[in-house]
């Protein structure tokens, strides 16, 4: 089973919302993924450009109840993530909120992770 979900977009909202939307599409295969074949054990995410961000964050921010509001009790964990293009740096966030990936790096073992950048792209450089 494969979900292809949509979130919102800047300049409408800023970040974290869109991790929100992400994190409530992953609630929702959760919650719905077996009624339509699928494994809701075994969620993947995955995104290219600034859908790689999200989705690693995403994978990175497993069950954060800030990030979760009005679905705290939700399972955002997922199996691993994958990522394509992406640019891992920060977008624009609401004042005093950590909107890159790295920021969200810390002691829990972060699921497995396939991120692959072309050495040709000349928009978001490898390094």
């Known amino acids: 089973m494969c979900v292809s979900a949509n979130y919102r977009l800047a300049p409408d909202v800023r970040f974290p919302d869109h991790l929100i939307d992400a994190k409530r599409a992953i609630a929702w295969a ?3 993924g077996a009624r339509y074949g699928g494994d809701p054990s075994r969620i993947w995410v995955a995104g ?5 961000h999200l989705a690693t964050t995403a ?3 497993p069950n954060d109840p800030w990030l979760q509001p009005g679905f705290a009790e939700d399972d955002t964990t997922v199996s691993g993530v994958i990522g394509l293009y992406g640019f891992y740096g920060s977008p624009a966030a609401a004042p005093g909120v950590a909107a890159s990936p790295f920021a969200y790096l810390h002691g829990a073992s972060p699921p497995p992770a396939f991120l692959a950048h072309g050495d040709n792209d000349t ?3 490898v390094d």
């Open 30 to 32: 959760r919650r719905h």
């Open 48 to 52: 290219s450009s600034a859908g790689a």
């Open 59 to 61: 994978a990175l921010t």
């Open 123 to 125: 928009i978001v450089l």
